[in-house]
């Protein structure tokens, strides 16, 4: 499989979730080894474009308030980045803003979306991925993500060093009353 520079898109989600995850995250890093990273909902993941990103986060945030999103179970694969994750239903509000970015970052890349909120990445057997599974119990039936980041990374992400290497190109927040992009150097 070839490996290539991409930049992703991310919904973040805001608070209370945003420090339970955030929590959870590092607790399930540091109990199993495994990378530290923000939690977040991956809207699209297109060609390394950086003077389109601007313009992508600005469209979003133009078009977008904060979007809920309804849990529907927590799950785990052998894939690297979807060790154990929280499942969301896609909604019309994620395929437009799916939508939009693509357009704006002038992008026909076909990311499949299927939103989810990765809690761990890390190679693990099947019998310890199900353990693990069936010992979270998220507390949110509803999640509301209300900041979009635009981050460079590799595709596929499969290591520690892949993750350690993500970094944050700009970031904004869906609120009403501000929709300005920032500029941002390496990952919060």
């Not at 078009?63 to 979807?82: D, M, R």
């Not at 799916?98 to 057997?125: C, F, G, T, V, W």
Request: aromatic share 8%; net charge positive; charged share 25%.
């Amino acid at each position: 499989m070839s490996r290539r520079i991409v930049i992703a898109y991310w919904l973040t989600p805001a608070e209370p979730a945003r420090s339970f995850f955030r929590s959870l995250v590092k607790d399930l890093a540091r109990r199993y080894n495994a990378p530290l990273f923000e939690p977040h909902v991956t809207i699209y993941v297109g060609s390394n474009h950086a003077d389109a990103v601007k313009s992508a986060i600005s469209e979003a945030a133009r078009a977008n308030k904060p979007i809920k999103l309804k849990a529907v179970g927590i799950g785990h694969s052998s894939e690297f980045i979807k060790t154990l994750f929280v499942q969301f239903a896609l909604n019309v509000e994620m395929r437009q803003l799916n939508e939009i970015i693509r357009k704006a970052a002038q992008d026909s890349s076909h990311y499949d979306l299927k939103p989810h909120l990765s809690l761990l990445y890390k190679k693990m057997p099947a019998a310890a991925r199900r353990e693990l599974t069936d010992s979270i119990k998220a507390p949110f039936s509803e999640v509301t993500f209300d900041a979009l980041r635009a981050i460079r990374c590799i595709s596929p992400t499969q290591s520690r060093a892949d993750v350690e290497g993500w970094r944050v190109l700009a970031t904004t927040s869906f609120r009403a009353e501000r929709s300005g992009v920032e500029e941002s150097r390496g990952v919060t």
